[in-house]
Nanobody
Framework: VQLQASGGGLVQAGGSLRLSCAAS????????LGWYRQAPGKQREFVAS???????NYADSVKGRFTISRDNAANTVFLQMNSLKPEDTAVYYC?????????WGQGTLVTVSS
């Protein structure tokens, strides 16, 4: 199964973006799906995750601003990002966990201007 992230772009501070991560197969294969990000010169960090039972978890830095969701019929997971800040600028990656294996999508760049 391959994951394809999209939806990144340039947005002003305070704006919104919605990222999508489409799977080539059924996302029911994954016990959890998540978003991570990597800013220039920094390590990749956790942003949000959602389990097959739709339990969600968020990094403290995005709580109240970002929302992760999944559409099982469309085999897609979303990240709605509101009230964006310049420090949210990063390449965003989606990840699926299936057993002991992690599946990473390619990144999508989000740039937030001040």
């Amino acid at each position: 199964v391959q994951l394809q992230a999209s939806g990144g772009g340039l947005v002003q501070a305070g704006g919104s973006l919605r990222l999508s991560c489409a799977a080539s197969g059924s996302i029911s294969l994954f016990s959890a799906l998540g978003w991570y990000r990597q800013a220039p010169g920094k390590q990749r960090e956790f942003v949000a995750s959602i389990t097959s039972g739709s339990w969600t978890n968020y990094a403290d830095s995005v709580k109240g601003r970002f929302t992760i969701s999944r559409d099982n019929a469309a085999n897609t997971v979303f990240l709605q990002m509101n009230s964006l800040k310049p420090e949210d600028t990063a390449v965003y990656y989606c990840k699926g966990v299936s057993g002991k294996y992690d599946y990473w999508g390619q990144g999508t760049l989000v740039t937030v201007s001040s």
